[in-house]
């Protein structure tokens, strides 16, 4: 059986999992990344788990690669250049270590670019030529794909649309000490920092006047709008709107023929996606309205990162 | 000789000319655009237009096509579609009626987008496969390139990046009755209305207010700052900044290795384009950082849109 290892270094968890043609996984397992100060012992820990999972499978299976998706990844370096939520700071040769340890065809990219790959090859966007992944998770991640390819950018950092600036340079400071990136507004963090805002801005009771801010969490929001809070209810709004400019934004870009939603922020579900739905034809051009979905993603939510990374493998197997 | 015929419908002029496979315009005419409120009328000038361009040249010559750039023009349906600032409305079906009048291989897209496509393949933009063009003219236009193609959209709308807004939806209205687009601030119009603005804000002197707006042109803004007018200094620097911004929001989206610039505006020089370099990389994001040229459109002012019409053509002959 032929399989693709996927790996997915993320800012809390690192995934590993093997991935059939068809991006079925068939087994994952996964560790704390910040478990592992030492680039080298972090890079030992995921040969061990891949020789792991290969072990479990106990029967004859045939690698065909290794894919990688991490933050700040550039799929032209092979490096992971001064990724905000991992602790090995300046350029990390990520690719080049890792094949001193595993002996396969290997490719890396930013996580958020290969989650969109994955749609492409095993999702709902199978047959799309033009569409784009938005990660909405503690940041905003997103992936683009236009006349039927990824768009990589000249050194391998395109598709940052996290950080794109809607407020000319005076709104939200960013992890990355920018100005009014998106990711600081649509966001499981940016609805938590929404939530104070409109506290701040309205006098409306609300149970989130009782709660601090390290102890907010998403699911409350969600829980507080079904039992019509108004100061939930607001931010569930104003995230939207922003969300649904941004996207009109995006489309007068690449015009994609849909948005695909994946990370935290999705499982508010309508509270989020109605008012998003409207916004979004609001502020879209006319030669644009009708014509372009918000969709959800079409891979299962714990391994759509394992699966974008083995897709890198997969689409040159096609 | 091998020729190929560029078609430049634009909102005041439309320009004709015969193009090598080099990109020399070896000669061109025009006329304007609203002075055919008759479709079949304007596409009988065409059609004569290109007769009598090719009687002149008094040599034996091969067309080898006949490309189109025209505002709101789709290159996937062949159609001019509810352009702001033409007479015909709705959708036009221009290539089509071109093709009842003219047998040659056609082709026709938005006019920024083949703007993009002649800088490819006859200007500066010669070997790069990501970069971006902007025309800052009386909107603003672009045309995008990534992975060494015209990025199209997916009915061929792609590269409307004058109608991005970064205003959260507060700004200036646009022609297309949409707040807060680009042009309405970064364009040879968007700077004649900072200069109001400006005039509103601040209470320097100014020799704008002694001028109408309907009397104010590019140029006098461009001999104000000259002579030190702070309302002109203060409406550049304004202008530059938000260009900045949005320069720094598209590399974010594709990574460009390069930006060219063309256009009435671009012709105010230092004035624009000093302030534009200092705001640009300060508002980069790191990973872009000193990788990003601003660069001047290397086609001759006056045949850009006809060597971009014509590109077209000889894409396809490459």
């Known amino acids: 059986m032929n399989l693709a290892v996927g790996i997915d270094?993320?800012?809390?968890?690192?995934?590993?999992?093997?991935?059939?043609?068809?991006?079925?996984?068939?087994?994952y397992l996964f560790f704390r990344t910040r478990d592992y100060d030492d680039l080298d012992?972090?890079?030992?820990?995921?040969?061990?788990?891949?020789?792991?999972?290969?072990?479990?499978?106990?029967?004859?299976?045939?690698?065909?690669?290794?894919?990688?998706?991490?933050?700040?990844a550039s799929s032209r370096t092979g490096t992971i250049e001064n990724a905000a939520n991992l602790k090995w700071k300046g350029s990390v040769p990520i690719l080049e270590k890792l094949k001193q340890r595993i002996d396969l065809p290997m490719r890396i990219m930013n996580d958020a670019s290969a989650a969109a790959l994955g749609e492409m090859l095993f999702g709902n966007a199978q047959g799309m030529t033009d569409f784009i992944s938005i990660t909405l998770g503690t940041g905003l991640g997103s992936g683009i794909v236009a006349n039927g390819q990824l768009i990589e950018g000249f050194d391998g950092f395109a598709g940052e649309l996290g950080h794109i600036d809607m407020t000319l340079g005076d709104g939200r400071m960013t992890g990355l000490n920018v100005k009014g990136g998106l990711e600081a507004y649509v966001s499981a963090t940016g609805l938590k920092r929404t939530i104070l805002y409109m506290m701040s801005k309205y006098l409306d009771e609300s149970r989130f006047r009782g709660i601090a801010y390290?102890?907010?969490?998403?699911?409350?929001?969600?829980?507080?709008?079904?039992?019509?809070?108004?100061?939930?209810?607001?931010?569930?709004?104003?995230?939207?709107?922003i969300l649904g400019l941004a996207l009109a934004n995006f489309t007068a870009f690449t015009q994609p023929q849909a948005f695909f939603?994946?990370?935290?922020?999705?499982?508010?579900?309508?509270?989020?996606?109605?008012?998003?739905?409207?916004?979004?034809?609001?502020?879209?051009?006319?030669?644009?309205?009708?014509?372009?979905?918000?969709?959800?993603?079409?891979?299962?939510?714990?391994?759509?990162?394992?699966?974008?990374?083995?897709a890198l493998i997969w689409e040159k197997q096609r």
């Open 214 to 241: 390290n102890d907010l969490h998403g699911e409350d929001i969600t829980k507080a709008a079904e039992e019509g809070d108004p100061i939930a209810l607001k931010a569930f709004d104003y995230t939207a709107k």
């Open 261 to 310: 939603l994946t990370g935290g922020l999705v499982n508010s579900g309508k509270w989020i996606l109605e008012p998003l739905e409207r916004y979004f034809e609001d502020c879209l051009l006319d030669v644009y309205k009708g014509k372009v979905q918000i969709l959800m993603s079409g891979l299962p939510d714990k391994t759509t990162a394992i699966c974008g990374a083995a």
């Open 41 to 72: 012992a972090f890079l030992d820990k995921i040969k061990g788990s891949i020789d792991e999972l290969i072990i479990k499978q106990k029967k004859p299976l045939h690698l065909v690669g290794c894919g990688v998706g991490a933050p700040n």
């Open 9 to 27: 270094i993320g800012g809390t968890k690192t995934k590993i999992g093997l991935v059939d043609a068809s991006g079925n996984c068939l087994d």
